[in-house]
């Protein structure tokens, strides 16, 4: 997917202008955060559950390389077919060949986060392939030609008109006359063609929530079943997912689980949860001739050796995106590229370059909210700290704000300077403000005073004060 | 007992009444005050902004200012964050340096807390007629668990109603530099805590953490809204009615 992560500050005052996206966003904080809330308290043990569903990761994330063999092992021995990719580009090269092999028109695909980090559709769209999304969000945006706008509710940002919109535009058969109204009605539409989709696919592409290295399983979780015709109907199924997706065993697995659905949508489970491992056994009634697993790499290495290691615990539930009050002011797409919220504005740069996302790591009040509520305890905040770390000393502050910061520095490190500058500011400000206790306009305050007056200082300083008062120093 | 007070440089160039607020409540509390000259400020603009070399030279001499006192206390959650949470980040690969930050991390509390937890000072007495919604500061609610306290210390406050915000725990969108750099959003996010507010009834506001409080002090006034904007030393050292609320001309809210 082409990013537009550099435009971020202009892709944000669009969204905040966009008055059908506000509606949108404005919903959003009565929804997932309250019921995670009531899945967390209805479950006492769920503290702990975090605990050690990170420890779970860490584990795997320290011996990655022995888990992934195991996997690779464990599939090929059920008859499946693991192929590894470095990059996007190498995994969509792979993808079109396995397409072309299996003899493919129409690819029905589940949703999958690393389907859009490489661009499953457009690749496969080039190729001269018809690939259908699914899941009925994701199927919603394709028809629209955009990005997702969160990482479990790809068309969260669309209203019910918008989506009627999009069916009468793509569905040319629909009678005029049939109402979409309610979301039952469209849902059955979309019901109706991605049915005929699924019977005439000769690849299912799914992504995976997780793959289980002890039996070479991959474990997906949906709410509509669609990523269970996706892979049990078409003869040919290709997996696609990233290296850190592994977790030892089932019974790790079912911890993961345990914590991922609760924190992503308040469910205690999502309603379906499916186990594959390897193809149609003989004597099976369902399931896919062909089995293949691609695992991408697509810089996670790299952050495995690094000092972002951390984020490579992360499960895609969406908890840190669903409370993180940036994300509700401007939605997904301002990000720029396929993830978003805080999750995003780490992973990202981790990605695509932080040259290419310079603003993902600032535009945050890192009020930490994402921490608190992220299953794997990833220390969001602290990582972003880090991506502006790394900038400073890149020089890719802005210079008003990196001789700003160096000027107040040099003044907080000289106590008795700093009382001088400050005290006879604080006179004149006091005195000017006094009359009104604030001020509409400040020179070189504007990103303040555009939306706010600024309450005026009282006039002299606490230290002046307390000279004054004659009060201990030492 | 004897405390430091850092007093942070918002309060001591904005508002030092917050200051003087936590002088008064200290001595209440049976404290000798000292305030040691050689502070300015905590280095968080810097901390958070990725300037780790001016981070570090600001934060030791903080450590410095404060390396004589047993206790160190900030009326403010987030420059008391910074102290105890981020100072020991900064010295990681400094072990001396690290043994002196957490030592002054151990040391230092946010105001209500030192009130509230060590001091043990129950409710406190005073009077302010206001229906109030209490501003939760995201750095002292989640770095230091800033919570229960005020709220107990305000019990004793004669005439005070204390609101719960149906978005309590949601930024109010300050941040910093945050507010600034991108101003945009940050008017979005305090418009949706100013709508919280209104939505609560409340006629005041307070809080713990003055930037937070300028922030939405100033979106207020900038709305056209007339709201008692107070930090919470205020109202617990019984000033209001002495000293103009954030953005104010004059006293309101107290007989």
Not at chain 1, 65 to 78: P, S
Not at chain 2, 202 to 221: E, H, K, P, T, Y
Request: proline share 5%; charged share 25%; glycine share 8%.
């Amino acid at each position: 997917m082409q990013s537009t992560a550099r435009a971020f500050t202009a892709n944000a005052r669009q969204a905040l202008d966009d008055a059908k996206l506000q509606v949108a966003l404005a919903r959003f904080p009565e929804g997932f955060p309250v019921k995670r809330r009531l899945a967390v308290e209805r479950l006492p043990e769920f503290e702990a559950l975090r605990d050690d569903a990170k420890e779970i990761k860490d584990h795997v994330l320290a011996h990655l390389d022995y888990y992934l063999e195991r996997f690779e092992a464990k599939v090929a021995e059920r008859g499946g077919q693991v192929h590894w990719c470095s990059d996007a580009e190498e995994a969509r090269t792979l993808l079109v060949k396995l397409c072309r092999d299996a003899g493919a028109t129409t690819i029905t695909k589940a949703k999958s986060m690393i389907g859009e980090e490489i661009g499953v559709n457009d690749c496969l769209e080039e190729a001269g392939f018809k690939p259908v999304e699914t899941d009925l969000g994701e199927y919603i945006i394709q028809l629209r030609h955009e990005p997702p706008s969160h990482i479990i509710a790809p068309a969260v940002h669309l209203s019910k008109d918008q989506v009627a919109e999009a069916f009468r535009a793509a569905h040319k058969d629909l009678p005029d006359d049939r109402p979409l109204n309610e979301p039952q009605e469209m849902l059955d539409e979309a019901r109706a063609v991605l049915r005929r989709a699924f019977l005439s696919s000769s690849v299912g592409i799914t992504g995976a929530n997780m793959l289980v290295a002890e039996t070479g399983s991959i474990v997906l979780v949906t709410n509509e079943g669609n990523a269970d015709l996706t892979q049990t109907i078409p003869p040919v199924q290709i997996v696609i997912a990233s290296i850190e997706k592994i977790v030892p065993t089932l019974e790790d697995a079912a911890t993961v689980l345990r914590v991922l659905a609760r924190s992503a949508t308040g469910q205690d489970l999502s309603v379906y949860t499916t186990f594959t491992t390897g193809p149609r056994r003989s004597g099976d009634l369902d399931g896919p001739q062909h089995f293949h697993v691609i695992l991408l790499d697509n810089g996670r290495t790299r952050m495995l050796g690094g000092e972002f290691r951390e984020m490579l615990r992360c499960i895609r539930c969406g908890a840190c995106i669903n409370h993180c009050p940036v994300y509700g002011a401007i939605g997904g797409h301002a990000y720029g590229w396929v993830y978003s919220g805080p999750m995003g504005a780490v992973l990202i740069p981790n990605l695509i370059g932080v040259d290419e996302a310079k603003d993902l790591p600032n535009a945050s009040t890192l009020c930490g909210r994402c921490e608190e509520v992220c299953p794997m305890r990833i220390p969001l905040p602290r990582l972003l700290r880090k991506l502006r770390d790394q900038q400073f000393e890149a020089g890719q502050v802005p210079p008003l704000f990196r001789y700003g910061l160096r000027w107040w520095a040099r003044l907080a490190r000289w106590p008795a300077l700093y009382r001088l500058a400050t005290g006879a500011g604080v006179a004149t400000l006091g005195r000017l403000g006094r009359r009104k206790g604030r001020f509409r306009k400040m020179p070189f305050a504007g990103g303040w005073t555009n939306a706010r007056d600024l309450p005026a200082p009282q006039g002299r300083t606490f230290q002046q004060w307390w000279s004054a008062e004659k009060g201990v120093r030492q | 007992m004897k405390v430091a007070l850092f007093v942070t440089c918002l309060v001591d160039l904005i508002r030092p009444s917050v200051g003087m607020a936590a002088v008064k409540l200290l001595r209440d509390a049976g404290c000798e005050v000292v305030v040691p000259a050689a502070q300015t400020c905590c280095g968080q603009p810097a901390v958070n902004s990725g300037d780790r070399a001016d981070a570090v030279a600001i934060a030791k001499r903080v450590i410095d200012a404060f390396s004589s006192f047993s206790h160190v206390v900030v009326p403010s959650g987030s420059c008391a964050g910074t102290i105890k949470v981020h100072y020991p980040e900064l010295f990681q690969d400094d072990p001396v340096m690290a043994r002196r930050a957490r030592d002054l991390a151990d040391r230092t509390f946010e105001l209500t807390t030192f009130l509230a937890d060590v001091l043990k000072v129950g409710a406190i007495a005073g009077r302010f007629d206001a229906e109030a919604a209490y501003h939760d500061s995201c750095s002292g609610l989640r770095e230091l668990g800033i919570r229960e306290q005020p709220r107990a210390l305000l019990a004793g406050i004669a005439g005070l109603e204390l609101q719960e915000l149906k978005g309590a725990a949601t930024c109010c969108g300050f941040g910093g530099l945050f507010c600034v750099k991108y101003p945009d959003i940050s008017e979005k996010m305090v418009d949706a805590k100013v709508d919280d507010i209104l939505a609560s009834g409340a006629d005041a506001v307070l809080g713990g953490d003055l930037g937070c409080l300028m922030n939405i002090a100033g979106r207020l006034s900038r709305r056209g809204v007339p709201m008692n904007v107070r930090h919470v030393a205020e109202v617990l050292a019984d000033m209001t009615a002495d000293v103009p609320p954030v953005g104010g001309r004059e006293a309101r809210g107290s007989a």
